[in-house]
């Protein structure tokens, strides 16, 4: 089992930047994959970023060249910086993390608003 808990949300206004954080606890060894989704009130869970566990990165288009993501395997978090921040982009951010079995674990979700 592995638990996730985000944590960096926030307001910010647009062109401003947030970094969100996940903390994994558990059995974070059988972690391969990893990456941030988010989800915006009406719309589908949409993925932002993925990031393998030798690091290759992923990103949507819409995000590509604003966000980065990074993981720091000794501490078992992966980051989300996010700069040049768009109404657009506001929405629930949630983490995400697959295990060698290929099962799916989700955190609770934090929340990004971005004023225009």
């Known amino acids: 089992q592995v638990q996730l808990v985000e944590s960096g949300g926030g307001l910010v206004q647009a062109g401003g930047s947030l970094r969100l954080s996940c903390a994994a606890s558990?059995?974070?060894?059988?972690?391969?994959?990893a990456g941030w989704y988010r989800q915006a009130p009406g719309r589908q869970r949409e993925m932002v970023a993925l990031?393998?566990?030798?690091?290759?990165?992923v990103y949507a288009d819409s995000v590509k060249g604003r966000f980065t993501i990074s993981r720091d395997n000794a501490k078992n978090t992966v980051y989300l910086q996010m700069n040049s921040l768009k109404p657009e982009d506001t929405a629930v951010y949630y983490c995400?993390?697959?295990?060698?079995?290929?099962?799916?674990?989700w955190g609770l979700g934090t929340q990004v608003t971005v004023s225009s």
């Open positions: 990031i393998s566990k030798g690091g290759t990165t």
């Open positions: 995400n993390a697959a295990d060698m079995r290929s099962v799916s674990y």
């Open positions: 558990g059995i974070t060894s059988s972690i391969t994959a």
